[in-house]
């Protein structure tokens, strides 16, 4: 995400919170880190990270690891290729909002033949738990379209923290956009994205995870884990993750993908995941 920043204490719970502006160029990465059995670390220091851009390496001028709250998109596959996982689905969904703090931001986002804001950003979710248990199932598959109307809502939303988790067998035969078009705005967006693949067949879930690893999200095969484990999972992710910035200097502007690269110090056993490219804006 190509940003720039300054910083200005804002009432959030009654406590000062820093929020960000526009006024220089800064790169911001958000990084999570995990051990040898896939559970989030904290407390790790700006010394133990190194980034490169396009292989050179920036200097971290930024690093912040806080609680912040959410928004989060719910895509949710309704089609026909899905209907007997409907339940499964859902339940998913309906754990992950168990995890919700009262700050975060929810909108719900449903695609099969066609793709529609169910429930527009608003604080809580109640209004998204309704929805997804009273949603019509049934058509064609219009994924890459329900993935591009999510990016456009988290754009409203003020919150730092973005994210879309996406619950789908991967499958896709009916969207407007393409998959080029779609990683366009990939590499445009600021926003993780979180895969929950229940695959009706095992060659649809290489696309969920080139998605989420795109995004510097992850990657979950439902098959692989309770749906318990899943929304657990999901949440610890979105909620535990470094944030790294760094001074895009004479490149800030010059329309560009950049290729970036996180390493951990000092930390052998740990394991580093993070969105792989930005697109920088043009002049």
């Known amino acids: 995400?190509?940003?720039?920043?300054?910083?200005?204490?804002?009432?959030?719970?009654?406590?000062?919170?820093?929020?960000?502006?526009?006024?220089?160029?800064?790169v911001l990465v958000p990084v999570s880190v995990v051990d040898q059995r896939g559970h989030p670390v904290?407390?790790?220091?700006?010394?133990?990270?190194?980034?490169?851009?396009?292989?050179?390496?920036?200097?971290?001028?930024?690093?912040?690891?806080?609680?912040?709250?959410?928004?989060?998109?719910?895509?949710l596959d309704i089609s026909s290729s899905v209907s007997g996982l409907r339940r499964n689905e859902a339940e998913t969904t309906r754990l992950f909002l168990k995890t919700a703090q009262p700050e975060d931001q929810y909108f719900?986002?449903?695609?099969?033949?066609?793709?529609?804001?169910?429930?527009?950003?608003?604080?809580?979710?109640?209004?998204?738990?309704?929805?997804?248990?009273?949603?019509?199932?049934?058509?064609?598959?219009?994924?890459?379209?329900?993935?591009?109307?999510?990016?456009?809502?988290?754009?409203?939303?003020?919150?730092?923290?973005?994210?879309?988790?996406?619950?789908?067998?991967?499958?896709?035969?009916?969207?407007?956009?393409?998959?080029?078009?779609?990683?366009?705005?990939?590499?445009?967006?600021?926003?993780?994205?979180?895969?929950?693949?229940?695959?009706?067949?095992?060659?649809?879930?290489?696309?969920?995870?080139?998605?989420?690893?795109?995004s510097g999200g992850m990657a979950i095969p439902a098959q692989a884990e309770g749906m318990p484990d899943i929304a657990a999972k999901v949440a610890l992710e979105v909620r535990n993750r470094y944030v790294l910035g760094f001074s895009a200097g004479d490149v800030a502007h010059d329309g560009k993908v950049h290729r970036l690269r996180v390493q951990l110090q000092g930390t052998p056993t740990l394991k580093a995941s993070w969105r792989h490219s930005y697109r920088a804006p043009g002049r």
């Open 108 to 214: 719900l986002v449903v695609f099969a033949s066609r793709t529609e804001l169910a429930v527009p950003l608003t604080n809580g979710n109640e209004e998204v738990r309704y929805r997804v248990l009273t949603t019509k199932w049934g058509g064609a598959t219009a994924l890459y379209d329900g993935v591009i109307l999510g990016l456009n809502e988290l754009k409203k939303s003020k919150l730092h923290r973005k994210a879309l988790l996406v619950i789908s067998d991967g499958g896709e035969n009916h969207s407007r956009y393409s998959q080029r078009e779609l990683k366009r705005i990939l590499e445009e967006s600021d926003a993780l994205i979180y895969t929950v693949g229940f695959a009706s067949r095992e060659s649809n879930f290489p696309f969920m995870k080139w998605m989420a690893e795109m």
């Open 1 to 26: 995400m190509l940003v720039a920043v300054t910083w200005a204490g804002a009432q959030v719970a009654g406590e000062p919170r820093p929020q960000l502006r526009i006024d220089s160029d800064l």
């Open 42 to 75: 904290t407390g790790l220091e700006r010394e133990n990270f190194r980034i490169f851009d396009d292989g050179v390496e920036r200097t971290i001028t930024s690093f912040s690891m806080e609680d912040e709250p959410v928004a989060l998109g719910l895509i």
